[in-house]
């Protein structure tokens, strides 16, 4: 098997990017959005994505079936549950059908907050919201820091945490180790958040003996992930359930992303990529 060549310095800094931003280094965000057909990326994010792709091929398809997991969860949220303000942890990069978007076209007056510690995110995210500030922000914050993201400044401006959230983890936590318990953080952010409140979650999975082939390709994907990015844990459906102890999962638990409350209007087809990538909601009681 022929691997994309690795990308040089002098490569990546022939691109332009915004002032402090090292095109040199495959990003979480950048490959991403490279997944799902946008443009604001580099070439070491190619190499990246290629290299992904060479063991999962329709590891696009992935990242739609997580576009519109969040779509739908949204909308659940805000026309469904009533949840009139939405916290967004691991935003990453805007595109097509973004949280604020899909929330304030179901429920007007829905008040966004976006948290990343990507300076790119932060860039394009501002960049995207100047003319909406009234009801939607974007935040620098790290997740491995919850209580700083719920005490700061600009995030309690727009979140009352007396009144139900709607906390959005999507394809986020999967980038945590396990010493840093991702299980732990998502209690200590939902110890945070009133009665009535919900936790979104979609996780890279590893479905182990049920799924041979499949849990063959997660560990090859997370070997790659690991040795590029440094980050990126496909966890069994134990540990991604321990993030929702003490929470009311709602139906149908945790799925893979295009069995959750599929929509008519989903594009997200079955590929071996369908059980690596999970997700649910649960319901704070």
């Known amino acids: 098997m022929t691997h994309p060549k690795e990308p040089t310095v002098a490569d990546g800094e022939r691109e332009q990017a915004p002032q402090g931003i090292d ?25 990246m994505a290629h290299l992904a792709l060479e063991v999962a091929p329709d590891a696009p398809e992935a990242a739609r079936a997580n576009r519109e997991f969040l ?11 009533g949840v009139r303000q939405l916290l967004d942890i691991g935003s990453g990069l805007p595109t097509q059908g973004n949280v604020h ?26 960049a995207l919201l100047a003319v909406d500030e009234g009801s939607t922000t974007v935040v620098e914050a790290d997740l491995r820091d919850p209580d700083a993201i719920i005490d700061d400044p600009e995030v309690r401006r727009l ?4 009144r139900p ?18 299980a ?16 979104a979650v979609s996780h890279f999975h590893n479905p182990g003996p049920a799924y041979p082939e499949v849990s063959r390709q997660a560990f090859a994907a997370e070997k790659i992930f ?5 980050t990126g844990r496909w966890r069994t459906r134990e540990e991604i359930l321990a993030c929702f102890d003490g929470l009311d999962l709602l139906e149908p638990g945790l799925v893979p992303l295009p069995e959750w409350r ?24």
């Open 23 to 47: 095109t040199t280094k495959p990003n979480v965000s950048r490959v991403y959005d490279f997944m799902l057909g946008g443009k604001d990326n580099y070439e070491a994010d190619r190499w």
């Open 71 to 81: 779509g739908r969860v949204v909308r659940f949220l805000a026309a469904e549950a």
């Open 101 to 126: 978007e899909i929330a304030q076209s179901a429920a007007p007056g829905t008040r966004v907050v976006y948290v990343d510690n990507d300076p790119i995110v932060l860039v394009h995210g501002r």
């Open 159 to 162: 979140i009352d945490f007396d």
């Open 165 to 182: 959230v709607g906390l959005l983890m999507f394809a986020i936590l999967h980038h945590l180790t396990d010493e840093e318990d991702p």
């Open 184 to 199: 732990g953080i998502a209690a200590r952010l939902v110890d945070r958040l009133a009665p009535g409140s919900y936790l």
């Open 226 to 230: 690991n040795e590029t990015l440094g």
């Open 262 to 285: 599929p929509g008519s209007g989903d594009r997200a087809e079955p590929g071996i990529t369908y059980h690596t990538f999970v997700g649910a909601v649960a319901r704070k009681p």
